[in-house]
Structures are given as structure tokens and as C-alpha cells.
């Protein structure tokens, strides 16, 4: 088993940044792959961002591309998520997910494990 808890979220102004953690406990961190999904209201959950267990490849949402980047701490079990140049269309509730895999993973349904949601709120 694998818990996941995510925190950082918030209410930010359109252009501003915020940094999303996942704190996971349990089993081997470094073993799992990672990903970042977000869910608006009324909206199915979106793949937002992704890396594999050792870090070395990343892949993200084209609609993140180049404002959002993923990186990982094994050694304190924790992904993070950098978000920059923030837009009220990024507003959702975002989830971390590991997956046991050595491989990028950007289907939500390939997760074995799922943190609770931090909300992030872009204002305009």
C-alpha cells in the first residue's frame, strides 16, 4: 500500500505560481512512477503531468507545457508540482497517483494509488 497526501493548493491570481507536494508513505517510493491529474467541476479528470520512478523523463498535458514542471525527492518520498503562469482554466482539484511501473504513465486508470485532492482556484 501506498498513501498519498497532497498539499500546497490554493487561491492564486492569473499569472501568479503555486507549488503542489505529494508526501507518499508505505511502500518503496522510488519503485513507482508518478502523475499529476487535475478535475474541474462538471469535467472528467485530466492528465496533467508525468515521471518515471527515477526521474530521468517527464512528459506533460499540452496545455500545461512549459508553465507546469514535475519533479521528485526519493529521498523524502515527495512529487512536486511547479506551476507557473497560472490561468483561471487551470482551476481544479489537482491529484497526485503512483503507478508500480518503470514506464510514464498518463491514463488515470492505469494508478494503483491516489491522493485526496489539494484545490488550486486561478481568480482572473
Known amino acids: 500500500q501506498v498513501q498519498l497526501v497532497e498539499s500546497g493548493g490554493g487561491l492564486v491570481q492569473a499569472g501568479g505560481s503555486l507549488r503542489l507536494s505529494c508526501a507518499a508513505s508505505?511502500?518503496?517510493?522510488?519503485?513507482?512512477?508518478m502523475g499529476w491529474f487535475r478535475q474541474a467541476p462538471g469535467k472528467e479528470r485530466e492528465f496533467v503531468a508525468a515521471?518515471?520512478?527515477?526521474?530521468?523523463?517527464?512528459y506533460y498535458a499540452d496545455s500545461v507545457k512549459g508553465r507546469f514542471t514535475i519533479s521528485r525527492d526519493n529521498a523524502k518520498s515527495t512529487v512536486y508540482l511547479q506551476m507557473k503562469s497560472l490561468k483561471p482554466e487551470d482551476t481544479a482539484v489537482y491529484y497526485c497517483?503512483?503507478?508500480?511501473?518503470?514506464?510514464?504513465?498518463?491514463?488515470?486508470?492505469?494508478?494503483?494509488?491516489w491522493g485526496q485532492g489539494t484545490q488550486v482556484t486561478v481568480s482572473s
Open positions: 508505505g511502500r518503496t517510493f522510488s519503485s513507482y512512477a
Open positions: 497517483a503512483a503507478r508500480l511501473t518503470l514506464w510514464i504513465v498518463t491514463t488515470p486508470t492505469l494508478y494503483d494509488y
Open positions: 515521471m518515471t520512478r527515477s526521474g530521468d523523463n517527464t
